[in-house]
């Protein structure tokens, strides 16, 4: 037995062992996105309140960023064709949905991963906070038999490195965007507004 699978299964023991958890990680595993998407948009709340044009470019990339780590994410599993654990092994705790389509790498992982290191571009303290939420949504991916360990991992990497790739070549035209769209109507969108204007 290969150690992916192996640590697969002593995770699929414990959620065994822990039918109190069950609840929780299962619905934070399928509804834990709506908490990245609100990091997204508080990283916007504090790049506006900043009003730094590199740092408006950042919160402006992080989830654009997002959406193209998981479209370079569909060709990569398809050609990857990994099955998910409860395709593969018997008599496990089944939590997840059931899906049909490739776990490697994980859709959720690779979200994950691509908002935390976008946040880390703009606020540190974000980039923190989304990391250890994108910890527990690889945990809990596993945890429900969505995921074998080496999907997460492989999804939290390719994310970021989607993420922060995509950022060195569009950071220099994000930021001339963003100064040039302060003189437009859409300032107070980028920018807030001085008091008593």
């Keep these: 037995m ?7 299964l002593s995770m699929n023991d414990f959620a065994r062992a822990t039918p109190w958890l ?17 990091l997204l948009f508080a990283g916007w709340w504090i790049a506006r309140r900043d009003g730094d044009p590199a740092r408006m470019a950042a919160a402006v990339w992080a ?6 780590a998981v479209a370079v994410n569909q ?10 654990p409860y395709s593969v092994l018997p008599d496990i ?12 790498p994980s859709d959720h992982a690779v979200m994950a991963g691509a908002v935390t290191a976008g946040l ?3 606020n540190r303290r974000l980039g923190v906070i ?3 939420l994108a910890l527990l949504m690889a945990f809990s991916r596993v945890y429900i038999a969505a995921h074998y360990p080496m999907d997460v991992l492989a999804g939290l990497g390719l994310g970021a490195a989607v993420s922060l790739a995509g950022y060195g ?12 769209l302060e003189t437009t109507r859409l300032r107070p969108l980028l920018v807030v507004p001085a008091a008593g204007r």
């Design 2 to 8: 290969d150690l992916n699978t192996s640590v697969f």
């Design 22 to 38: 069950n609840g929780p990680v299962a619905a934070f595993a399928g509804y834990g996105l709506v908490l990245f998407a609100a």
């Design 63 to 68: 989830p654009i960023g997002v959406i193209i």
């Design 75 to 84: 060709p990569i599993a398809d050609l990857a064709n990994v099955a998910r």
């Design 93 to 104: 705790l089944v939590l997840a949905a059931r899906s049909t389509d490739p776990g490697l």
């Design 120 to 122: 880390f571009l703009v």
């Design 130 to 132: 989304a990391a250890v």
């Design 169 to 180: 070549l569009a950071h220099r035209p994000l930021t001339r965007m963003v100064v040039a």
